[in-house]
């Protein structure tokens, strides 16, 4: 189960090229690891010809054989006759972390290659490893290390890394990376989707000093259904045996001695009685310590159940409602990604104010450090990838992308108490090859994960007033999940919803993914005028009062918190490229509906105390 550092898939482009790109899982737990941070300002190219790339017959200058042009070998003019047509030094300066398109007016639309350059000093020592590891570059990322290609990433959300022992100087370094987000059709996700292509280094960039048999990942969760057996295993990242490794939890006076086995692996299930368990009401959170000769990494862990009896959740084995709210990877204040802890614990705290105790973190995954947070805050966590609405479902090369993300995301995150459920996609359109897709991906989440629930945002269609659920992928997930957007885009105005009833095929318990409408902030109007903040507030009610009929709702995640920006939204009065789903305006100001929302949350609340 657990994805070793050297587990290394080589995906060799050896048809059209002499360079391999390979990928690994990352390194759990980068934080506490010996890092230096090569975040801060970052030069600059914008390149829409993918000048720095191709030669002028097209051919990638860093796989000829004929030497080099590229802007990644960061040249700098020493002869006055040489000609060089780019210059980093003289090259405008972005944040890393941080998206393009909030950096600069020019880039606010802009998809295509910019190169970014950042220096740094580092001083190798013999006998340890070193890493570059970025949080997330999208989409796709080109790196280079003094010249040197290092690889290749593509997905827009998951972390990666290179080894660079060996590569890295004493001295001066330069690192950089050519970033690029043009949508393409056979991608994850593909060329449509509802928000902003924010583009570049978007989170966090280190150096990783690692010594030689280091800890490259480890698991530790209560196994599913039981509120006293822990699971624990460990990986090397090399099959390097009989390395002892200890594992503390001092508050408990817990403490375990192990040697690796012969691949370097650790793996133990033990039981632990009284501990007390991680929820939204109590986000308790141990402080474990795991020791090697040369490593000593903290990490903060909860201990939480989640299963799904007949159409009840249940957490730590009692009955719980989500009350939720989705979010983006967003900051409306900037119209940006979020960059900063601040940013992420604001979003998380709108949710808290509404009384949530559940986000999803749609539809991608979001920073590991909100997810961290999320265990801090006390808020469960549903966390998805970007198989949106028109994947190439027959394309294997397609799968093998959304498996990999997949796989990287639960690698990342199966520390934390706050996620329950993994979510292999939104709104995707019944077929065959469909199907056989998204049931290979809920295979793959359980393979790699037994102790949450593996879920999708499904889609109904309407038969008269009725609104069914049959897509058959249902039978593969533990939740009856979809979006429905009754007095939005069909079912006339708000009064109407109430007219509509469910023919859920599945005994499971249901929990609405999507349901809103649109409402400009300080827009009043009467209920059946579309924009209003009364229209949105009259949806709202509607909407509350047709989903309690459904005896096994257990909760729903109304779309969205806030207002968020897309390219797809056009209307220049209400809209200007802002989706205006949010239940809060862009500058965070509570709508009507806000108040209605939270006023059911409060009474989900009572009655499931
Ligand atoms: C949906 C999508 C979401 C969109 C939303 C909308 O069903 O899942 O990404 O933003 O509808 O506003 O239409």
Not at 49 to 54: K, L, R, S
Not at 175 to 204: Q, S
Not at 229 to 234: D, E, K
Not at 430 to 455: G, H, K
């Amino acid at each position: 189960m657990l994805k070793s550092i050297s587990r290394v898939f080589v995906i060799c482009l050896s048809l059209f090229s002499s360079i391999c790109f390979a990928q690994v899982s990352s390194i759990q737990n980068i934080q506490a690891r010996k890092i230096q941070s090569l975040n801060g300002k970052w030069n600059y190219i914008v390149d829409p010809y993918e000048n720095g790339f191709y030669d002028y017959r097209h051919e990638p200058f860093d796989q000829s054989k004929t030497g080099t042009g590229g802007f990644f070998d960061d040249k700098e003019q020493v002869n006055k006759s040489e000609l060089i047509e780019y210059n980093f030094d003289g090259s405008p300066q972005m944040n890393v972390p941080g998206d393009w398109n909030s950096q600069s007016e020019k880039l606010e639309l802009y998809e295509g290659t910019v190169w970014l350059r950042r220096k740094f000093n580092a001083q190798p020592e013999k006998g340890k490893r070193y890493f570059v590891y970025f949080g997330a570059v999208n989409y796709e990322a080109h790196v280079y290390l003094n010249g040197k290609k290092l690889g290749i990433h593509k997905g827009g959300f998951t972390p990666f890394q290179f080894e660079v022992t060996g590569k890295l100087k004493s001295g001066n370094n330069s690192l950089v990376v050519k970033a690029d987000n043009t949508r393409k059709p056979d991608e994850i996700p593909t060329v449509n989707t509802d928000w902003w292509n924010y583009g570049g280094i978007t989170r966090d960039v280190y150096l990783a000093e690692l010594p030689e048999h280091f800890i490259a990942d480890y698991k530790m969760q209560l196994e599913k259904g039981s509120n006293n057996s822990i699971s624990f295993s460990l990986k090397l990242a090399d099959a390097f045996a009989g390395q002892e490794v200890s594992v503390s939890i001092p508050e408990l006076n817990l403490k375990k001695d192990y040697k690796t086995d012969s691949e370097g692996k650790i793996s133990e299930v033990f039981i632990w009685n009284n501990l007390s368990l991680w929820s939204p009401e109590n986000p308790k959170l141990y402080t474990v310590n795991i020791k090697s000769a040369n490593e000593n990494i903290e990490d903060k862990i909860g201990f939480r159940t989640i299963e799904v009896k007949g159409d009840s959740i249940l957490l730590n084995g009692k009955s719980v409602f989500f009350r939720g709210i989705s979010m983006h990877d967003e900051n409306p204040l900037l119209q940006g990604r979020l960059r900063s802890q601040g940013d992420m614990r604001m979003m998380l705290q709108w949710a808290k104010d509404l009384n949530c105790n559940y986000v999803r973190l749609a539809h991608y995954p979001h920073n590991e450090e909100m997810i961290r947070l999320a265990d801090e805050m006390g808020l469960l966590v549903w966390a998805e990838v970007p198989v949106y609405w028109t994947i190439s479902w027959e394309n294997p090369v397609t799968y093998a992308n959304a498996k990999q993300q997949l796989t990287d995301l639960i690698s990342r995150d199966k520390n934390r108490a706050s996620v329950v459920v993994w979510s292999i996609g939104n709104e995707t359109p019944l077929s065959a090859p469909r199907l056989s897709f998204m049931s290979n991906l809920a295979e793959t989440a359980r393979s790699l994960d037994d102790t949450r629930l593996v879920a999708a945002a499904l889609e109904v269609h309407r038969e008269g007033n009725t609104m069914i659920l049959n897509d058959p992928l249902g039978e593969k997930i533990d939740l009856v999940s979809f979006n429905e957007y009754a007095g939005w885009y069909f079912g006339g105005v708000p009064s109407e919803i109430t007219k509509y009833d469910f023919n859920i095929k599945y005994n499971k318990p249901v929990v609405i993914t999507e349901f809103g409408g649109d409402a400009l902030g300080g827009f009043h109007a009467d209920e059946n005028t579309r924009w209003s903040e009364e229209y949105q507030e009259a949806l709202y009610k509607n909407q509350l009062t047709m989903l309690s009929k459904i005896s096994s709702l257990r909760g729903i995640i109304p779309w969205i918190l806030a207002d968020f920006r897309s390219p797809r939204r056009q209307h220049p009065v209400y809209q200007n490229f802002w989706n205006r789903k949010g239940v809060m305006t862009e500058t965070g100001k509570k709508k009507k509906a806000y108040f209605v929302l939270k006023n059911f949350y409060n009474q989900m609340q009572e009655k499931y105390k």
